[in-house]
């Protein structure tokens, strides 16, 4: 069987480990390859990259793998892994994307693709000149919940669309007398932590795809927790943002307003929760529910505060049902850009695509910093060096 090399730098992190490697290149591994247009398969040999060579080798040896290394130069030159992928911490990317790129490697990335909507750019810009094909993770449009809402969407159910109101975190402990479930590197802008950083890059992706173009943001950020204890108990300043109120203006006049927060507590079914009113419907919708109003079975609230409130408004909602299977969303769509790489289909999520995410957390900080609303235009790749810092400013 035919097979194609992909070099995956940054392993043994969490997500690189959990979502790239097991869940997505070794389930592929074990459903015999990346199944194409023609009905043939193609098999994925991946490389393990990263700093300590016993934590490869453990790896490697736990899920019976042959390729690993802590040389990237050395991984960069093998012709026979053809593909990049990268999952490093943000600072680390782009010096990262840059040598692969100048391997000729196809690149796949985490995001964000860069710290800078300029050096985004210019990896986009430096791919295509390169001719390779290159992609962005772009998961959470592949949750259950957000699969429903699409299919709503495309349906017509909702007619107009007016609004959507997101809710998205979770109580994240200091660290002081209970281990933080997330690492202290987050709350360090130093270390390129921060919830705009984090969360606006997918905010970006998820509301173009699905509503249309943003053309305009207002954010304020906020450090609510100004002090937190890291990995080894230790006291440390909490620099970075921990939560982001947004609202975003979308192509058509659609207005999107989203609430991120590691300083918040949990009332709701899911962690994420989306709110989207139509002229003829809403939904309400999470990482796998999804429940419908439609415009024919709204009930007619009136406001009086004198009385208590008998009417259970949540028992007015219908249940969107489970029609089909939900497979990995990692997995889906590493099928999805391999399938690109392999037999040029279609893929739109690339590394341009990627830089609208880092100029929207970019220009939310600059909102946030100035107290106004950021008009943000259409973005194109730069063709010179000249006009990528003249996009960069």
């Not at 782009?94 to 990896?123: C, Q």
């Not at 505060?305 to 408004?313: C, K, M």
């Amino acid at each position: 069987m035919q097979s194609i090399g992909i070099i995956m730098n940054g392993v043994t992190g969490r997500m690189g480990y959990r979502q790239h490697l097991v869940r997505s290149i070794l389930a592929i591994r074990e459903q015999g390859g990346v199944l194409l247009s023609d009905g043939s398969r193609v098999q994925v040999e991946p490389m393990l990259v990263g700093r300590s060579e016993e934590k490869l080798r453990e790896l490697a040896e736990k899920h019976g793998l042959t390729h690993y290394t802590t040389d990237l130069d050395d991984a960069l030159a093998n012709p026979d892994f053809p593909v990049y992928a990268d999952f490093l911490v943000t600072k680390a990317r782009v010096a990262a994307i840059r040598k692969a790129i100048a391997a000729g490697k196809h690149i796949y990335t985490e995001k964000p693709t860069a710290e800078s909507f300029e050096d985004a750019l210019e990896l986009a810009r430096l791919a295509d000149q390169a001719g390779i094909k290159h992609g962005v993770v772009h998961d959470k449009l592949y949750l259950p919940g957000l699969q429903k809402l699409k299919r709503l969407i495309d349906s017509g159910f909702f007619g107009r669309i007016l609004s959507v109101r997101g809710e998205f975190g979770y109580w994240v402990f200091e660290g002081d007398w209970q281990p933080a479930q997330r690492p202290s590197w987050n709350y360090r802008a130093e270390d390129g932590g921060g919830m705009v950083s984090d969360m606006f890059a997918h905010w970006n992706y998820v509301i173009e795809n699905l509503f249309g173009r943003i053309e305009s943001v207002y954010a304020q950020t906020a450090t609510h927790i100004p002090e937190r204890w890291d990995e080894k108990g230790e006291r440390y300043d909490a620099t970075a943002d921990d939560a982001a109120y947004g609202i975003f203006e979308v192509e058509g006049g659609t207005l999107v307003q989203l609430n991120s927060s590691w300083a918040v507590r949990v009332n709701r079914k899911e962690l994420v929760e989306f709110q989207v009113d139509g002229t003829l419907g809403s939904a309400v919708v999470g990482l796998f529910g999804c429940k419908i109003q439609p415009r024919n079975a709204t009930p007619k609230p009136v406001w009086n505060p004198d009385l208590p409130e008998t009417h259970d408004y949540a028992a007015d909602w219908i249940e969107v049902p489970d029609n089909e299977a939900h497979e990995n969303g990692f997995k889906v769509q590493w099928e999805q850009f391999l399938r690109h790489v392999l037999e040029d289909a279609p893929y739109s999520f690339d590394l341009l695509a990627g830089a609208r995410g880092v100029r929207l957390s970019e220009e939310g900080l600059r909102s946030s910093a100035e107290g106004r609303r950021i008009t943000l235009e259409p973005v194109e790749v730069p063709a010179s060096a000249p006009e990528l810092q003249a996009a960069g400013r």
